[in-house]
Nanobody, 118 residues
Framework: QVRLVESGGDLVQPGGSLRLSCAAS????????VTWYRQVPGKQRELVAS????????DYADSVKGRFTISRDDARRTVYLQMDNLKTEDTSVYFC???????????WGQGTQVTVSS
């Protein structure tokens, strides 16, 4: 079964950095694009960054461009989100996700909490 496990969330000060990881199993990882989302409880989910299956192209929300970098390591079956110059508004639970055509559904990890506060 598809399994996505996020890790790396922490409490950091504004201007600090954090690296999130998404470990994947249960599917052919190298065939899938992977997307990071974030969601504050009670608010709408926001797309943060995505990367193509071959790692050749990435896309970012305007709010994080220049500060966040998404990457993947297929040998480790892991996607990363490097977050630099963090702002208080980046505080959220961060999720990684894939969409699988076979069953026409999106799969999610459990999320990891990022808190940016002074």
């Amino acid at each position: 079964q598809v399994r996505l496990v996020e890790s790396g969330g922490d409490l950091v000060q504004p201007g600090g950095s954090l690296r999130l990881s998404c470990a994947a199993s249960g599917f052919v990882f190298s065939s899938y694009a992977v997307t990071w989302y974030r969601q504050v409880p009670g608010k709408q989910r926001e797309l943060v960054a995505s990367i193509t299956s071959d790692g050749g192209s990435s896309d970012y929300a305007d709010s994080v461009k220049g500060r966040f970098t998404i990457s993947r390591d297929d040998a480790r079956r892991t996607v990363y989100l490097q977050m630099d110059n963090l702002k208080t508004e980046d505080t959220s639970v961060y999720f990684c996700s894939i969409f699988r055509l076979i069953d026409n559904r999106r799969y999610w990890g459990q999320g990891t909490q990022v808190t940016v506060s002074s």
